[in-house]
């Protein structure tokens, strides 16, 4: 999760460079972080789990709300990027190193409480080529 400052440095990167559609996409998300700081954190948002969610609660709001998709594309890039296969797959590998005698419905449950980034799918293309 970027914090309010690093996403103001990025605005004014955006401000010097002249891209407009940058700048007011910054401006906007700005906004919405500035009126959740006040009504449910007057000290901001905190850098933990809760302040992570309520991040990317927001981040949802505008991608929902983006007039075009170039606009759902520029917010999309501040969601948490899911986990490769590879690392699915080395988690899946501790697990199973701790666990040799773990089900395949558990390992999945395994997985996902190991890294909440873990999507759904990946998860199941890396059990179906782990148990080939």
């Not at 901001?44 to 789990?49: T, Y």
């Not at 309520?54 to 983006?66: D, P, R, T, V």
């Not at 296969?85 to 999945?108: A, M, N, S, T």
């Amino acid at each position: 999760m970027k914090n309010k400052e690093e996403i103001r440095k990025e605005l004014k990167l955006a401000m010097k460079a002249g891209d407009t559609f940058k700048r007011n996409m910054l401006r906007l998300l700005i906004s919405e972080i500035d009126g959740i700081d006040r009504e449910l954190y007057p000290n901001g948002i905190p850098n933990n789990e809760e302040g992570e969610k309520k991040f990317n609660e927001i981040i949802s709001f505008l991608i929902k709300g983006a007039d075009n998709q170039e606009e759902a594309d520029f917010f999309k890039t501040y969601l948490p990027q899911p986990l490769s296969e590879e690392e699915v797959l080395k988690i899946l590998e501790d697990i199973l190193e701790e666990q040799p005698d773990i089900q395949r419905g558990p390992l999945f449950g395994a997985i996902k409480k190991a890294d909440k980034l873990a999507d759904a799918d990946t998860i199941k293309k890396v059990l179906n080529e782990y148990y080939k």
